[in-house]
């Protein structure tokens, strides 16, 4: 197998998964974010941390434990298209 793709797969790394949901958490409540409105630093930072405290502990604690058959599935499916 192409060790290079199991070592880089996003399906494999959780802090994907988290910056995923911040993504989708920052287009959810700021949908016109970067659409011709200039932006502070300060308010970036604030919409960032926004998105951020969004991810409870008990989310990270999910993605820690899916990793078992996050790999499972990676496998079993050849690196192909999984669930996650």
Known sequence: KNLEKEVISPKLIPIEAVWE????QTQYHHPNLG????RTQGSLRSI??????SVSPKDLMGLIESMLARCKAVIDVDWGPTKY
Not at 21 to 24: F, I, N, Q, S, V
Request: aromatic share 8%.
């Open 48 to 53: 960032v941390k926004e998105a951020w405290d």
């Open 35 to 38: 659409r011709g409105r200039q």
């Open 21 to 24: 949901r911040m993504k989708d």
